[in-house]
């Protein structure tokens, strides 16, 4: 038996060396049919005095063959890590730096520019979340249910009842609570109507609201502020003008109009020869929605408007298609690299 366990042994040594696999080391040697089951049949044939020890060293072998087998399984793991590694691609920090940087998307980039003239007027930024509810987005602001007022926005509902703002107004309620008054607030915000889309139609879009209520408050403070905002943002000296609109949060309501930024009021295709652009409703703050902020109506009055962050990067950047916004095409997006 002892002889046949060395010759065993050293076939195996011979084909580990040949650099057979593990797998096929164990099946040969210690698979069912293997050389170790072999020779465990064989253990019938030795006498009964010796057959204990016979066994022993069958045993033995066993677990040798086992170690040996693992080891080199190991080994070659370890040696196709290795390789994995250093086929790589190495990171090499002494590379000069890829300068190809990315862009603020426009609408971000005029909505920063809205908000650094408006916190220089003392107003403050906030946020409100996109989902919100029926309250926030219509009772509070004077649209009570079944108000025809409901049907102007086609608004997406959620299953638990709640629903995508449909407008950035909905925030107001919050804010006066917030802050009480006298404020001076503007809060952007996406928003969402279920509308057809097409060139000037979005179903996703950002707006700008603002909001200022103190102690005599009126509508020649929202003239001023909007004037001046936009004169800003546009970088030449606009004139604006009101015209009446309806929302049932403000009355009087209003829709505002800028002189036309390309030919100056004279007349021309893009303002239709009018010499005006409408821009963006407005109006002063309805008695009901500020007693449902909590502030006496009776005291304070205010005004509020909701610009169109869409509609101002399209006039600003002479954007003429709104679908480009919201397209994620990169050689539109990259043009605003260097502003
Ligand atoms: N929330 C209105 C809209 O999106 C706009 C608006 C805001 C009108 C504030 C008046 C005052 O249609």
Redesign the pocket.
Known sequence: MKEKISELLARFEADLASGKSPDELRVAYLGKNGATAELMKELRNVPVDRKKEAGQMINGLKTKLEEEIGARARALEEEALQKAISSARRYNPTLPANNDLGSYHPITLVQREVEDVFASMGFTVEEYPEIVDDYHCFEALNIPKHHPARD??DTYYLENGQLLKT???AAQNYIMKKYGAPLRAIFPSRCFRNEAIDACHENTFF?M?GMMIDRDISISNLIYFMKTMLSEVFGQDLRVRLRPGF?P??EP?FELDISCLICGGEGCPSCKNSGWLELC???MIHPNVLTAGGIDPEEYTGF???LGLTRLAMMKYGVKDIRDFNAGSLRTLSQFKSR
Request: net charge negative; proline share 6%; with cysteine.
């Open positions: 102007m926005q407008h950035t107004s707006q609201e929302f949060f403000v309501g409703p407005c109006g509020a408007f909701g």
